[in-house]
C-alpha cells in the first residue's frame, strides 16, 4: 500500500535521485546527454540539499513510499505568484511505479493540503511542449493549457513549456 507524508531533510538523497532518473528517462534529446549523464546527479542533490537547508516556509513537498520504497514526490510552492497561484514545481513519480496512481494521488494530497489549510488557490505547472504523456495526464485530471512560453533548464536557455492551471483545485479531489 501506499502512504504519503510530508518529505523531510532526510529524503534530500531520494528526492534529488529520482529527480534524476526522472530527467534522464524524459528530457533526453532536450537536455544533453553530458549533462544528463555526468552532471545531474550532482547538480540535483546540490539543489534539493540547498532546498531542505533553506526551506522556504511556502515549500510543501510530499513524498510517496510503498514499504520503506521511496516511489514518488510532489513539491508545491504555495503563494507563488499572485495570479496563477501555487507552482506545482516537481511532481516525479518512479518508472517502476508508474500507472498505479501514484502521481495523480500526489496532486490529490496537495489539494488536500490546501483545503486543511482553508486556502483558496489556483495550483500551476509547466510542462516541457514535447511532453505528450506528461500533457495529456494533467489534462485528465483537469488541468487547462493556458499559455505556450519558454523557459531556462540547465544548459538550454530556451525551450518551450506549457502553463497548466487547475482554477479550482477541488477538481483534484
Known amino acids: 500500500m501506499i502512504q504519503y507524508r510530508f518529505a523531510t531533510k532526510k529524503d534530500t538523497a531520494q528526492i534529488a535521485h529520482l529527480h534524476t532518473q526522472s530527467w534522464q528517462q524524459n528530457y533526453r534529446g532536450v537536455l544533453s546527454d553530458h549533462y544528463l549523464d555526468v552532471e545531474a546527479a550532482s547538480e540535483r542533490l546540490d539543489i534539493w540539499t540547498k532546498r531542505f537547508t533553506d526551506h522556504p516556509t511556502n515549500q510543501l513537498i510530499i513524498v510517496a513510499e510503498e514499504k520503506g520504497i521511496f516511489c514518488g514526490f510532489a513539491c508545491t510552492y504555495l503563494n507563488h505568484d499572485p495570479k ?77 513549456a506549457h502553463r497548466i492551471v487547475w482554477e479550482n483545485v477541488d477538481v483534484l479531489l
Request: proline share 1%; hydrophobic share 40%; aromatic share 10%.
Open 84 to 160: 496563477w497561484g501555487a507552482l506545482l514545481d516537481n511532481l516525479h513519480v518512479s518508472a517502476n511505479f508508474q500507472s498505479r496512481g501514484i502521481g495523480r494521488a500526489l496532486m490529490q494530497q496537495t489539494a488536500q493540503y490546501f483545503k486543511d489549510e482553508n486556502m483558496k488557490t489556483n495550483l500551476y505547472l509547466w510542462v516541457l511542449e514535447n511532453n505528450d504523456r506528461a500533457i495529456a495526464f494533467y489534462e485528465r485530471i483537469g488541468g487547462k493549457k493556458v499559455e505556450l512560453s519558454t523557459c531556462k533548464l540547465p544548459g538550454i536557455d530556451h525551450v518551450s
